[in-house]
């Protein structure tokens, strides 16, 4: 790739910072951040002002951040937004080398305080090109034993909500990077329709966390309630330089079912997070399964060094048809609406007669308010 197109991929953006990491670090869970309350999306005061604006970027440039904003624009009414394009060099034929950049996400939040105890959350974006994209749902908190019920148009609370959409858990290869199997990544990708979903979450003795949900069809898009998810999660510290997290997953619908373990350990600079899935009838009787690895060292307040490994089996029964791939990257943060994404990604296949591609490089940018 030219050294000119190679820089001006700086200048793409990202998708917000809903990173289950920085929940580790913090051996809290994603609720200390988000809206909403298993993570992702619109930030609150916490995430907006004090995470954002002081833990995240680069310290020389700390007084750069606006500590006016927090997103409200009236005593009710908060609004946010995360904007992502991005670009990425690949293999388009065994020989041809391609460089692309498309638009990802357009997204803009708002979420309407009624009271101390309710709220109503809204999403208009835009993925890929032209699709619409929406989200809405009504939260009830400060329920009995501190719980919080949450109806509307949402996906349901399963596994780590990591911010690349390409990871095998998360999604996987799509259009430009597919590498010729069945099914490359399981079932959230970056253009799933969110369900109807009905959803109850209940902090429960320590750091343990429990959400259960009750929703429309994901696998076979349905207005059928028949999609039952639940999860428990586990947060805490062992000191102030140690902290955890450890989670289990469990999704049904029809004769479709996944189960996952997730979780992290953060200690000192370095943080480790992990996902196991696996899923049956994701690819009509056959058993798949997903792995996720991330390793990231914080070399200095707002510069990350980053280590990855993602598996994917979608017919654990065959000898052959797997993808492994290996990611290296850093992540930049220089102001605190601002992330840069630099990673290059190395895919070996294991399957018959398939040729190894050639690395991909990948550049992204956040910009979020």
């Given at each position: 790739?030219?050294?000119?197109?190679?820089f001006?991929?700086?200048?793409?953006?990202?998708?917000?910072?809903?990173?289950?990491?920085?929940?580790?670090?913090?051996?809290?869970?994603?609720?200390?951040?988000?809206?909403?309350?298993?993570?992702?999306?619109?930030?609150?005061?916490?995430?907006?002002?004090?995470?954002?604006?002081?833990?995240?970027p680069?310290?020389?440039?700390?007084?750069?951040?606006?500590?006016?904003?927090?997103?409200?624009?009236s005593?009710?009414?908060?609004?946010?937004?995360?904007?992502?394009?991005?670009?990425?060099?690949?293999?388009?034929?065994?020989?041809?080398?391609?460089?692309?950049?498309?638009?990802?996400?357009?997204?803009?939040?708002?979420?309407?305080?009624?009271?101390?105890?309710?709220?109503?959350?809204?999403k208009?974006g835009?993925?890929?090109?032209?699709?619409?994209?929406?989200?809405?749902?009504?939260?009830?908190?400060n329920?009995?034993?501190?719980?919080w019920?949450?109806?509307?148009?949402t996906?349901?609370?399963?596994?780590?909500?990591?911010?690349?959409?390409?990871?095998?858990?998360?999604?996987?290869?799509?259009?430009?990077?597919?590498?010729?199997?069945?099914?490359?990544?399981?079932?959230?990708?970056?253009?799933?329709?969110?369900?109807?979903?009905?959803?109850?979450?209940?902090?429960?003795?320590?750091?343990?966390?429990?959400?259960?949900?009750?929703?429309?069809?994901?696998?076979?898009?349905?207005?059928?309630?028949?999609?039952?998810?639940?999860?428990?999660?586990?947060?805490?510290?062992?000191?102030?330089?140690?902290?955890?997290?450890?989670?289990?997953?469990?999704?049904?619908?029809?004769?479709?079912?996944?189960?996952?373990?997730?979780?992290?350990?953060?200690?000192?600079?370095?943080?480790?997070?992990?996902?196991?899935?696996?899923?049956?009838?994701?690819?009509?009787?056959?058993?798949?399964?997903?792995?996720?690895?991330?390793?990231?060292?914080?070399?200095?307040?707002?510069?990350?060094?980053?280590?990855?490994?993602?598996?994917?089996?979608?017919?654990?029964?065959?000898?052959?048809?797997?993808?492994?791939?290996?990611?290296?990257?850093?992540?930049?943060?220089?102001?605190?609406?601002?992330?840069?994404?630099?990673?290059?990604?190395?895919?070996?296949?294991?399957?018959?007669?398939?040729?190894?591609?050639?690395?991909?490089?990948?550049?992204?940018?956040?910009?979020?308010?």
């Amino acid at each position: 790739m030219q050294i000119w197109n190679f820089f001006s991929l700086l200048f793409i953006l990202n998708l917000s910072f809903a990173l289950p990491r920085f929940a580790i670090q913090n051996g809290a869970s994603c609720i200390a951040c988000h809206v909403n309350p298993t993570g992702s999306g619109l930030r609150n005061d916490y995430g907006t002002n004090v995470v954002a604006l002081e833990e995240l970027p680069l310290e020389r440039w700390l007084d750069k951040g606006n500590e006016d904003w927090d997103g409200y624009i009236s005593d009710h009414l908060q609004i946010g937004g995360d904007f992502r394009l991005q670009g990425v060099q690949y293999n388009e034929t065994d020989s041809t080398r391609k460089s692309a950049f498309f638009p990802m996400q357009a997204d803009i939040y708002s979420y309407l305080k009624l009271n101390n105890n309710a709220g109503i959350f809204t999403k208009i974006g835009v993925r890929g090109s032209s699709s619409l994209s929406t989200e809405y749902w009504a939260l009830l908190s400060n329920l009995p034993q501190n719980a919080w019920l949450r109806i509307g148009r949402t996906l349901p609370n399963y596994g780590l909500r990591v911010d690349d959409h390409t990871s095998f858990i998360r999604g996987g290869n799509f259009s430009r990077t597919l590498l010729d199997l069945d099914k490359e990544g399981l079932i959230f990708g970056p253009y799933l329709n969110p369900p109807s979903i009905l959803e109850l979450g209940v902090p429960m003795f320590g750091g343990l966390q429990w959400t259960s949900s009750i929703g429309t069809g994901i696998v076979k898009s349905n207005e059928e309630l028949n999609n039952l998810t639940t999860q428990f999660n586990y947060t805490g510290n062992i000191n102030d330089n140690i902290s955890y997290m450890g989670g289990f997953s469990y999704m049904q619908e029809n004769n479709f079912s996944m189960l996952g373990i997730s979780g992290g350990l953060s200690f000192g600079d370095f943080t480790y997070t992990f996902e196991a899935d696996q899923a049956e009838n994701w690819i009509e009787g056959n058993t798949s399964l997903a792995l996720y690895d991330e390793i990231v060292w914080e070399i200095i307040q707002g510069i990350h060094l980053m280590g990855k490994y993602d598996y994917f089996d979608p017919k654990t029964d065959w000898q052959t048809g797997s993808i492994s791939r290996y990611t290296f990257g850093a992540e930049i943060y220089p102001l605190n609406i601002m992330e840069i994404k630099l990673q290059l990604r190395m895919n070996q296949i294991d399957l018959e007669n398939a040729v190894t591609p050639d690395p991909e490089y990948l550049i992204q940018t956040h910009f979020w308010f």
